[in-house]
């Protein structure tokens, strides 16, 4: 794949549409109800300082702690907004996320602490930050997960660390972009020096026995994964 088609299969996702068209409707209400430019500048650096540790957080001890298939009526999010990501983690359709997650996340996250800045102006100001960094994400999600292969040096590292967490390890490498709260928090590692593989790499530790007791995500699955997708033909099992 090149830059090219990636790009192209990127700007045709509806979430990457929605993005844009919700951050553009942002500057829109900013310019008409605007903030001053320091409350401004505090919103918008308070979303692009705090969002590697907020994605971090949620990716860490939300998606990957085990609860959610747990809870009937949050066992179908954390399905299609995780566990289909890591069962087949370069299939395009699932490789961004829920807008139903997504949006309400940044509306908490990025919104509501711009408003307490600088009211309207600022909840503009920080929600729009929120989109556009978010599509940033999503990009380098893209660039981790389809089968382009980066030029770049950091770039190339960063695809390798993320694609570990998916096919060798997945208790470790949470970040997207950067691996800085990873390295804080102890969960940076490379392949060598981390030997063994997982044994859930792929289904997040729902495996036959989980989905015993807590069905709902076998239900909705066909079944429970248990190895590389490669090995199972592609079919989502």
Same mark, same amino acid.
């Given at each position: 794949?090149?830059?090219?088609?990636?790009?192209?299969?990127?700007?045709?996702?509806?979430?990457?549409?929605?993005?844009?068209?919700?951050?553009?409707a942002m500057?829109?209400?900013?310019?008409?109800?605007?903030?001053?430019?320091?409350?401004?500048?505090?919103?918008?650096?308070?979303?692009?300082?705090?969002y590697?540790?907020v994605?971090?957080?949620l990716?860490r001890?939300?998606l990957?702690?085990?609860?959610?298939?747990?809870?009937?009526?949050?066992?179908?999010?954390?399905?299609?907004i995780?566990?289909?990501? *890591?069962r087949?983690?370069?299939?395009?359709?699932?490789?961004?996320?829920a807008?139903?997650t997504?949006l309400?996340?940044?509306?908490?996250?990025?919104?509501?602490p711009?408003?307490?800045?600088?009211?309207?102006?600022g909840?503009?100001?920080g929600?729009a930050?929120?989109?556009?960094?978010?599509c940033?994400?999503?990009?380098a999600?893209?660039?981790?997960?389809?089968?382009?292969?980066?030029?770049l040096?950091?770039?190339?590292?960063?695809?390798?660390?993320?694609?570990e967490?998916?096919? *060798?390890?997945?208790?470790g490498?949470?970040?997207?972009?950067?691996?800085?709260?990873?390295?804080?928090?102890?969960?940076y590692?490379?392949r060598?020096?981390?030997?063994a593989?997982?044994?859930?790499?792929?289904?997040?530790?729902?495996?036959?026995?989980?989905?015993?007791?807590?069905?709902?995500?076998?239900?909705?699955?066909?079944?429970v994964?248990?190895?590389?997708?490669?090995?199972?033909?592609?079919?989502?099992?």
């Amino acid at each position: 794949m090149t830059l090219r088609e990636l790009a192209g299969a990127y700007f045709r996702h509806y979430a990457i549409i929605t993005y844009l068209v919700l951050a553009a409707a942002m500057v829109g209400l900013y310019l008409y109800r605007p903030a001053s430019l320091v409350q401004t500048a505090a919103a918008i650096a308070l979303v692009v300082l705090a969002y590697p540790l907020v994605w971090y957080s949620l990716h860490r001890w939300v998606l990957h702690s085990n609860w959610m298939f747990k809870v009937p009526f949050l066992a179908p999010a954390w399905k299609r907004i995780h566990y289909d990501h *890591h069962r087949d983690p370069n299939h395009l359709e699932v490789l961004f996320g829920a807008l139903y997650t997504t949006l309400p996340t940044l509306l908490l996250v990025a919104a509501l602490p711009g408003w307490m800045i600088g009211g309207i102006g600022g909840a503009a100001a920080g929600f729009a930050a929120g989109l556009l960094v978010t599509c940033f994400y999503e990009f380098a999600h893209c660039i981790q997960h389809l089968s382009y292969k980066p030029r770049l040096r950091f770039l190339a590292v960063m695809k390798a660390r993320h694609l570990e967490h998916h096919f *060798h390890d997945e208790r470790g490498n949470f970040g997207i972009t950067n691996f800085f709260w990873d390295h804080l928090f102890q969960t940076y590692y490379t392949r060598p020096q981390r030997p063994a593989k997982s044994a859930t790499v792929f289904n997040l530790g729902y495996d036959d026995g989980m989905s015993r007791r807590y069905p709902w995500v076998a239900r909705r699955s066909g079944g429970v994964a248990s190895s590389h997708p490669r090995y199972r033909g592609g079919v989502r099992d």
